[in-house]
């Protein structure tokens, strides 16, 4: 009888004691920061010299040596004939490449840049010379193919009609 006591004392006893511990919380991973990308390139240059592109990266406020930096380059309105440059790591978290520019024109540089697996992008225009600005096509940020547009509009063509798309893309 003193055993079956025991045993009807000792095991809820045992249990209490085993629900008192803190519960363990898992950490959540962190999600590395958007480098901040700043480009120093000249917004305007002279043509058949060499232009010197670059761009300096921070991520959480220190330099990052270790992005990966590509330059895309394109002439107003010659979008599809634009040309990548590997960007160098120079110091300090300032990345370089060199262009030139052979005649008048408005041009376009994305700094494509991704560190710690986190992209970013900015554009920035250059003028190369004296270009006839009549003759400058806009660039259209929101256009079809943009990468923000394509971002924004992903996984959403169910919900649209083909006669809603049609009239999208003619835009």
């Known amino acids: 009888m003193k055993k079956w006591l025991f045993a009807l004392i000792a095991v809820p006893a045992l249990l209490v004691g085993c629900g008192e511990k803190e519960p363990t919380t898992l950490k959540e991973p962190e999600v590395p920061q958007?480098?901040?990308v700043e480009i120093l390139t000249a917004k305007e240059v002279a043509i058949n010299e060499t232009i010197e592109l670059?761009?300096?990266?921070?991520?959480g406020g220190k330099n990052v040596d270790n992005a990966a930096v590509?330059?895309?380059v394109w002439?107003?309105?010659k979008r599809d004939e634009g040309q990548m440059i590997e960007g160098n790591l120079e110091k300090d978290g300032v990345y370089k490449a060199t262009?030139?520019?052979?005649?008048d024109g408005v041009y376009y540089m994305y700094a494509h840049t991704t560190?710690?697996?986190?992209?970013?992008?900015?554009?920035?225009?250059?003028?190369?010379g004296n270009p006839d600005m009549s003759k400058?096509?806009?660039?259209?940020?929101?256009?079809?193919?943009?990468?923000?547009?394509n971002?924004?509009?992903?996984?959403?063509?169910?919900?649209q009609s083909d006669e809603e798309k049609n009239e999208k893309n003619h835009d």
């Open 70 to 72: 590509e330059f895309e």
């Open 99 to 103: 262009t030139t520019f052979d005649h």
């Open 34 to 36: 958007i480098p901040d």
């Open 151 to 159: 971002m924004m509009n992903h996984g959403n063509d169910t919900e």
């Open 136 to 149: 400058v096509v806009p660039e259209d940020d929101k256009a079809n193919n943009s990468m923000d547009n």
């Open 54 to 59: 670059a761009a300096h990266v921070e991520q």
């Open 75 to 77: 002439e107003s309105g």
């Open 115 to 128: 560190a710690n697996g986190v992209h970013n992008m900015p554009k920035q225009q250059i003028i190369a």
